[in-house]
DNA sequence: GGCTCCTGTTGAACGCGTTCAACTTTTCGT
DNA sequence: ACGAAAAGTTGAACGCGTTCAACAGGAGCC
């Protein structure tokens, strides 16, 4: 390829031939899906506004479908850029669950119109793009992970024995909102937001008083549970 | 049309011939989604399957997606006939919860190959097909009045701040159940049958905790919580 | 019967996502 | 520097879901 030899391996400034290629793909598809939406937005299209030929989008995405990808991979960047903040000043727990949700939602406000198109293809067990897919385990460790931070700078003291899996049951939870949020279609994403605002402390609160002799057994039990259902 | 004047709306051994050619298209379709999945199912195959031609079938059905629907109302009393006999003998509410849910399970069974491809298709917020689309409200409905049967044949007492809002929680639940099922790939979906028989014994501690003067006021927010985004 | 609607019915045609044989360019061992 | 293998690139072609102008038949009215 045009690089030059032994040169460190992305630079910006100078990707390979390839990679720019790539990436003016997946620039292309971003563009046109905001423009006209995802269905209206067509491969040839895509292939047009980056400048080559369909065959050759193809050569780089095995599918439109794959084009998301792309997509995913942004607004989780994005989404860790606006959640950084809330997490080094914050430490009230609840606050912490609301910032980070928010923050999601927002940086997500500019795709909604098409988000659910894609979230729907997502849903599709086979999908690679299936959050609990294989091929985006990637992407769900640095979610979980994030929730994790969430978890650890808060002054919230969890349970031991709950320790390990909140990290993702908090990220299986925030999946529910943002199932909620796709079928969300109030302004400014005003009920999801509602959600969250009142389920956050209910969450903190669930926490505490899973110490409690009484719960204590049963959430036990549906821990336990899920690390069942994840080895069968 | 060419039925008789004054004749009852749709007696079984001479519908009108619309309404035969409509089940003609339905029952191919199911053949052949049967036979070679979703996907591997034409429309033309379909058509001929039924002896239409394409354009015809697209006078009965706006899409390939609406033959879906037919699949649907077929599973739902496929259901009601299997939980029937559990909801007239069985009291006790987790043996409800799970005799019904097990039921679905069992019924769904043979669709399961290609039944994750529909609930896809039925995750769209868009699509009618999405069971809170206000076009499958009466199917939502009816599924919801087996939830409230769940409850009112058991001999579990209800909270009385609980009662008119429980069905539809259970019926959620089990939206839950679906969607892990959906993604369940075990076999003769394992997982799952685990997951609602370790759950609804849970479910029903949690209705007898809800009375508890720690978890009541919580537990009343969230039931408040669900009644304000519904009228957002 | 003749006329007008409305309900059905048809298959060719359209635009789409995707594939593939053919071609060009780059890489790399010699 | 050379040549073969690998990587990249092309657009016509395929099969699909879907649309639509055109046509057929029956119901109701005169």
């Known amino acids: 390829?045009?690089?030059?030899?032994?040169?460190d391996p992305d630079p910006a400034p100078s990707l390979s031939k390839?990679?720019?290629?790539?990436?003016?793909?997946?620039?292309?598809?971003l563009r046109l899906f905001r423009e006209k939406g995802y269905d209206d937005t067509t491969m040839r299209a895509v292939a047009a506004e980056a400048g080559v030929s369909v065959g050759n989008a193809y050569y780089?995405?095995?599918?439109?479908?794959?084009?998301?990808?792309?997509?995913?991979?942004?607004a989780g960047a994005e989404h860790r850029a606006a959640a950084d903040p809330v997490l080094a000043t914050e430490r009230d727990l609840?606050?912490?669950?609301?910032?980070?949700?928010h923050a999601w939602i927002d940086t997500m406000a500019p795709y909604r119109s098409f988000a659910g198109r894609f979230f729907a293809n997502a849903a599709e067990p086979t999908s690679p793009l299936s959050p609990f897919s294989t091929e985006s385990s990637p992407a769900?460790?640095?979610?979980?992970?994030?929730?994790r931070d969430v978890l650890d700078g808060s002054d919230t003291k969890v349970p031991r024995y709950l320790a390990d899996e909140l990290p993702e049951l908090l990220w299986l939870a925030f999946m529910g909102t943002v199932l909620f949020w796709v079928h969300d279609a109030?302004?400014?994403?005003?009920?999801?937001?509602?959600?969250?605002?009142?389920?956050?402390?209910v969450i903190v609160r669930a926490i505490g008083l899973s110490r409690l002799p009484v719960l204590r057994a049963?959430?036990?039990?549906?821990?336990?549970?899920?690390?069942?259902?994840?080895?069968?």
């Open 186 to 201: 109030s302004d400014d994403a005003a009920r999801t937001k509602l959600l969250v605002t009142r389920t956050a402390p």
């Open 140 to 147: 769900r460790t640095s979610s979980i992970a994030l929730w």
């Open 60 to 74: 780089y995405f095995a599918s439109k479908e794959q084009l998301i990808q792309g997509f995913y991979d942004r």
């Open 218 to 232: 049963t959430v036990a039990d549906l821990v336990g549970l899920i690390g069942e259902l994840k080895t069968l």
């Open 1 to 7: 390829m045009g690089e030059p030899v032994g040169a």
């Open 18 to 29: 390839a990679a720019r290629t790539r990436s003016a793909i997946i620039e292309a598809a």
């Open 94 to 101: 609840a606050a912490r669950i609301m910032g980070v949700s």
